[in-house]
């Protein structure tokens, strides 16, 4: 039997926290808001070690999903969920219906998708208790896997914050490192060596890693190097985090542009210290906005084509890299400040 817990936190809507013991389920779910629609927001999959780190994960995912959803222009709220528990062995069928049900008890309140560690086929199975699901298998009537668009849209940026840096948005010959090539990542990297850019990664799973390597003729360098690669655009496409205090300072390469969220550990003082290196970085959830662009374009508007939505990732990030340029402050600060006009207004 599912039990939940409803949290008060302050600048959210609902936090519930879901638990049952049969099927081994313990899930956050935190809607931010839903001020401009209905929240939206991926469900990860991850071997949280306690609840308090996955509810700090979730707020930071949610909060960043009423962002990206703004800052893109779309009618949407922004929510998040977590599992605690590994995805390679703890996924069972039992488990996803839990998280179903618990998705059903917010009545439409928060709108699911895909994130780490979940696949559109277990979107099918959660969709078992719940309608309030995108990102389903074709076979549902879902628009499916979000990856490539959240790719195109990354790629799209990058070219934008070159053509800022470089004064051409062309990526051939450029080194990019990329964190991580799993579903993001490894599209990302697929449409970088089309575009005939340097490929180094790194992957925790040493398989992906080594596909890379196959695939693009990658470099493969330590988990713990690949911030430190020499680079045009170091891409982080893994989990959080990876600019803080103890990696900027090794970082060599002149953008950070990659498809992960919440890439700064400390969001109130990483962005100015990255800004002090004169490292461009490209805030996150404008970079990464084509799979949002892709569940509401396609299931929510009902419409078809995805370019002209995605290719506007370009402008806002020309937009806040020159807003930023002129203010002198990092560029996540002016994205935040618009997402935030947005939302109040
Ligand atoms: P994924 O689980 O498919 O890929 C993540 C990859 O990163 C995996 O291969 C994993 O082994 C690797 N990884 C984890 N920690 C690592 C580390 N410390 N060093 C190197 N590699 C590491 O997940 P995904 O769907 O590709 O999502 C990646 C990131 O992009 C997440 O932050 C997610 O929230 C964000 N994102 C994804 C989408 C989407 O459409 N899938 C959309 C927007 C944002």
């Given amino acids: 039997m599912l039990k939940t817990k409803h949290l008060k936190i302050k600048g959210f809507e609902t936090v519930v926290v879901g638990k049952d013991p049969s099927s081994n389920f313990h899930a956050i779910i935190a809607v931010h808001s839903t001020r401009l629609g209905p929240s939206m927001g991926g469900i990860r ?61 917010l009545k439409g309140k928060y709108l699911a998708a895909k994130d780490s560690g979940i696949l559109p086929k277990d979107l099918d199975v959660v969709s078992g208790q719940t309608s309030h699901v995108t990102g389903t298998t074709g076979k549902l009537g879902g628009s499916g896997d979000p990856s490539l668009s959240t790719a195109k849209g990354v790629l799209t940026g990058m070219q934008a914050a070159c053509q800022f840096m470089y004064g051409t948005k ?31 990664v790194a992957d925790l799973q040493p398989e992906r890693a080594a596909r890379a390597q196959q695939a693009w003729n990658a470099t493969v360098v330590p988990l713990s190097k690949i911030h430190r690669v020499p680079a045009d655009i170091f891409a982080p496409c893994a989990l959080g985090g990876i600019l803080n205090s103890k990696t900027i300072p090794h970082l060599k390469a002149n953008i950070v542009a990659g498809g992960a969220n919440n890439q700064f550990l400390d969001e109130e003082h990483d962005p100015y210290r990255l800004m002090k290196r004169n490292i461009m970085h490209v805030p996150d959830y404008v970079l990464n906005a084509g799979g949002l662009i892709q569940l509401v374009v396609r299931e929510i508007l009902h419409q078809r084509r995805l370019a002209p939505w995605i290719g ?3 402008q806002t990030v020309q937009e806040v890299l020159t807003t930023a340029l002129r203010n002198h402050q990092p560029p996540l600060i002016v994205a935040n400040r618009m997402a935030l006009e947005r939302i109040n207004t």
């Fill in 45 to 105: 999959m991850w071997p949280y070690t306690n609840e308090k780190e996955a509810l700090s994960d979730v707020l930071r995912l949610a909060e960043a999903m009423s962002k990206k959803a703004a800052i893109s222009g779309l009618a949407i709220g922004g929510g998040k969920a977590v599992i605690i528990g590994n995805p390679a062995t703890d996924k069972t069928r039992r488990l996803l219906l839990s998280m179903g049900t618990l998705i059903e008890s």
């Fill in 170 to 200: 062309g990526l051939r010959g450029r080194v990019v490192a990329i964190q991580g090539v799993g579903q993001v990542g490894w599209n990302v990297g697929n449409l970088l060596f089309k575009q005939g850019a340097k490929l180094v």
């Fill in 312 to 314: 506007n990732i370009q």
